[in-house]
T-cell receptor, first 113, second 108 residues
Framework: DVKVTQSSRYLVKRTGEKVFLECVQD?????MFWYRQDPGLGLRLIYF???????EKGDIPEGYSVSREKKERFSLILESASTNQTSMYLC????????????FGQGTRLTVV | QKEVEQDPGPLSVPEGAIVSLNCTYS??????FMWYRQYSRKGPELLMY????GNKEDGRFTAQVDKSSKYISLFIRDSQPSDSATYLC????????FGAGTTVTVRA
């Protein structure tokens, strides 16, 4: 059974903390994505990576950074968490070719207080 | 302007009705058009995809793409309570872009 695993389902952090969200996939996919999902706004792309050590900004990269040191792992970093980063964060992976099927993790519900 | 526009609903229909969902987009480079289904507290899962313009049918689900109008649709025939979920359209050039999602409730 193919899997994208996110390290935490629920996370509560304080304003100003540095936050790491980890994602691991076991499908040998080249592409990995980080989205945030908010009511009425859908999935908004934060960053994506199409290869190890490669990354590209998505639609809302401000306040975030990413790291991809190994093919199977893609980390999202909130350098200094703020309350407006309270959201559901979803990681996904897909084959490089057509990008037609992305497999998603269960999501991390992050609350910044 | 967002690249992908989708009415978030919500949409409530009786069991057996036809559900009609649609999205519009602005990026002519999109080649692949997908529909994802997301149940509560789960990540989205691919329902079906189409390449370029045309129709695709899979059981009770039909996806349509009209590239000239930059408009895609998903129809669910004979809807069931188990179809209650959020449906998200997605489009791909070299990255995946999603609509806001439409929450559908099928009443028994």
């Amino acid at each position: 059974d193919v899997k994208v695993t996110q390290s935490s389902r629920y996370l509560v952090k304080r304003t100003g903390e540095k936050v790491f969200l980890e994602c691991v996939q076991d499908m040998d996919h080249e592409n990995m994505f980080w989205y945030r999902q908010d009511p009425g706004l859908g999935l908004r792309l934060i960053y994506f990576s199409y290869d190890v050590k490669m990354k590209e900004k998505g639609d809302i990269p401000e306040g975030y950074s990413v790291s991809r040191e190994k093919k199977e792992r893609f980390s999202l970093i909130l350098e200094s968490a703020s309350t407006n980063q309270t959201s559901m964060y979803l990681c996904a992976s897909s084959d490089r070719g057509t990008n037609t099927e992305a497999f998603f993790g269960q999501g991390t519900r992050l609350t910044v207080v | 302007q967002k690249e992908v526009e989708q009415d978030p609903g919500p949409l409530s229909v009786p069991e057996g009705a036809i559900v009609s969902l649609n999205c519009t987009y602005s990026n002519s480079a999109f080649q692949y058009f997908m529909w994802y289904r997301q149940y509560s507290r789960k990540g989205p899962e691919l329902l079906m995809y189409t390449y370029s313009s045309g129709n695709k049918e899979d059981g009770r689900f039909t996806a349509q793409v009209d590239k000239s109008s930059k408009y895609i649709s998903l129809f669910i025939r004979d809807s069931q309570p188990s179809d209650s979920a959020t449906y998200l359209c997605a489009m791909s050039d070299y990255k995946l872009s999603f609509g806001a999602g439409t929450t559908v409730t099928v009443r028994a």
